[in-house]
């Protein structure tokens, strides 16, 4: 199962881009790479997910270099409704994947 | 997308009583779903793995006579915390992959509360 390591905390403002970065080594070949965000006293909420190179949709930004090795989640201008904890989660897909948390990070957005 | 929700969302109970989690997925069908704990400002961490019809699949030091699951539908799975006391006060998560091919997605439910005095 690959493990993946992102930053504890990051600090933005209001209407900046914010890019958060996970790093996972051991990521297999099947394996897919999940962003969700978590606001408190909630279930968390798919953002994007991504195999290989980028992915953009109506919220955000995923990039993944070639190795695979790491992914970014890029946020465009940035709310204050954003502050939340985002995780990087990485599987593949079918019936043996077992969705596990890493510690993500918490992103505060200032006004 | 595809919805999961939760019943209750938020419980107290005394010392000592049981409590039931319910876990539905509402317009997809689910033969696995998942279970967390999430303490005060901590990742989720993974319970237990329900699947219809069959056992469920415990992660280690969590406490199967504790900690009842039981996943009697392709819809529905239950938790039910025993003898619940005060170190079990948590926020409950659970969890249905969207089951499409290609896709590694998991769909959470809202989570549910449980306060024990």
């Known amino acids: 199962l690959a493990k993946t390591t992102q930053p504890i905390s990051m600090d933005s403002y209001e209407g900046q881009e914010v890019n958060i970065t996970c790093s996972h080594n051991?990521?297999?070949?099947?394996?897919?790479i999940t962003w969700y965000q978590q606001f408190p006293s909630q279930g968390p909420r798919f953002i994007i997910q991504?195999?290989?190179t980028k992915v953009t949709n109506e919220v955000a930004s995923l990039f993944i270099p070639a190795d695979r090795k790491s992914s970014t989640l890029s946020l465009p201008r940035v709310s204050l409704s954003d502050t939340a904890v985002y995780y990087c989660?990485?599987?593949?897909?079918?019936?043996?994947?077992?969705?596990?948390f890493g510690r993500g990070t918490s992103l505060i957005v200032h006004p | 997308g595809a919805v999961v929700s939760q019943h209750p969302s938020w419980v107290i109970c005394k010392s000592g009583t049981s409590v039931k989690i319910e876990c539905r997925s509402l317009?997809?069908?689910?033969?696995?779903m998942f279970w967390y704990r999430q303490f005060p400002k901590q990742s989720l961490m993974l319970m237990a793995t329900?699947?219809?019809?069959?056992?469920?699949?415990?992660e280690q030091g969590v406490e199967k006579d504790k900690f009842l699951i039981n996943h009697a539908s392709l819809t529905l799975s239950t938790l039910t915390v025993t003898s619940a006391h005060p170190e079990d006060s948590s926020f409950y998560i659970c969890?249905?992959?969207?089951?499409?091919?290609?896709?590694?997605?998991?769909?959470f439910g809202p989570g549910t509360r449980l306060t024990v005095l």
């Open positions: 969890s249905a992959p969207s089951g499409l091919a290609g896709v590694a997605e998991q769909f």
């Open positions: 051991n990521i297999a070949t099947n394996d897919y």
């Open positions: 991504g195999y290989k």
């Open positions: 989660l990485v599987g593949e897909t079918g019936g043996s994947y077992i969705p596990t």
């Open positions: 317009d997809f069908q689910a033969t696995t």
């Open positions: 329900s699947n219809e019809g069959s056992k469920a699949t415990y």
